[in-house]
């Protein structure tokens, strides 16, 4: 897990670009058209800027490989470039939000899965979480709440986790 860092404004863009490619391609098919019309490379510019705190990515200064974006007690957002799957980039941004959960003081963390996305689902299975069923979540979009049933993930964080 070396290189953890925050990302810098100057990286807003390249993240922003990896983000809605990601996202196409593992959502666009299961999601309903109207939401995905609403995921422009501009929505997520914006949304990676006001979330930029709170996001880590890996690697030296650059174009990040991929991030992981946490908001109160739920693991937000884990998206990783085509390049750099197969490896332990995922793996290690995982660990890292959890860990950043937990000492938070998070107890029990909790992420959304979009319905059919699989390899996300078996990437979170193997790693400790459990699918507790479908939720409604209300995703954010430049035309405010987009309502979207989703899979809900929980994990059982252990506190003190240093590191």
Known sequence: MDGLRRPTEGEIE???RLWHN???????A???AALTRLRTPESFAVR???MLDRTRTIGDRGPPQGFCTIRDDELMHLFVAPSARGGTLASDLLLDGERRLARAGTRVAWLV???GNDRAA???EKHGWTKIGLMLNHVETSDGPFALEEWRYEKFLTP???G
């Open 113 to 115: 899965c979009v319905v």
């Open 14 to 16: 390249h993240l922003a």
């Open 160 to 162: 003190n986790v240093d």
């Open 22 to 28: 990601a996202w196409h391609e593992a959502h666009a």
């Open 48 to 50: 990676m800027a006001e």
């Open 30 to 32: 299961h999601v309903p």
């Open 122 to 124: 078996r990437f979170y």
